[in-house]
């Protein structure tokens, strides 16, 4: 059955390096930073009876699930293993979490996430349990969230065209002023970490 269903992937993307596909990636980008954010905190909510959680940027868009879809559609093929498939919806969320994780601590000295309570876990960035977790929604993702979203890009091309740039402007403005509000106070006052 699952294969199937992975033989039916026809993401037919555009090129990367083109004006099309800038404002495709924009696009998907968009949509599923956003769908991360309402994940998290829908799930902070279930657990915590709090909707908002810390987040590195200050509007609604976790960067983090805009990565991970993206580059699953990117490296699953058309006619690509069902087992291949299972591995890539496990390794490319959890190395994106993982270097997202890792980066952010590096950066700004603190964790958005620990999972050092976990079981099999490393450093409090990842652990399996959350990794077996992005297999179901990587899949979800594939199979049936981004065929919707193709239909409604094509749906939307023509508007999306004049307002993309003003998007990508908006995630470049986001990044620095979360990295400017998420400085340490020691960068902050141009003296380097001890």
Known sequence: M???LVSGFEFEMPVLLSWDGAMAVVFFF???SFFGWLLENSY???RKRVFFKDNFFF???KPMYGFAPLLLI???GKDMHWSIVLL???LIPTIVEYCSGFLLEWFFGRKWWDYSGHKWQLQGH???SYSVCWIALSLACILFIHPGLIALYSAIGSYWAWIWPTVALYFLGEFLFAIRRHMPE???AGNPIQ
Do not use: D, E, M, W
């Open 2 to 4: 699952l294969q199937s």
């Open 59 to 61: 509007g609604p868009f």
């Open 186 to 188: 020691k960068l902050r």
């Open 126 to 128: 990842i652990c399996f």
């Open 88 to 90: 890539l919806c496990f």
């Open 74 to 76: 990117f490296l699953i």
């Open 44 to 46: 902070n909510y279930a």
């Open 30 to 32: 968009t949509i599923y």
